[in-house]
């Protein structure tokens, strides 16, 4: 359970840390700090671009199937 637990919501919370670093970073940081906010929010919209476009072919096999 525990095992299962980890590999659900690793990558979810990859991007939401990325998205909370990118937040603070712009608030609180100058210079330097605004073109690594930008890169830390644009991770995740590059991620959710990708699924949207390109959808994982088991699900669309699962999703037939049934």
Known sequence: MKQN????????????GLILFGLL???????FWYWLAWAALLVPLFVICRKIWKPNSSIKENVIKN
């Open 5 to 16: 637990f980890k590999k659900i919501w690793r990558i979810p919370m990859l991007l939401s």
């Open 25 to 31: 970073a712009a608030l609180l940081g100058t210079g």
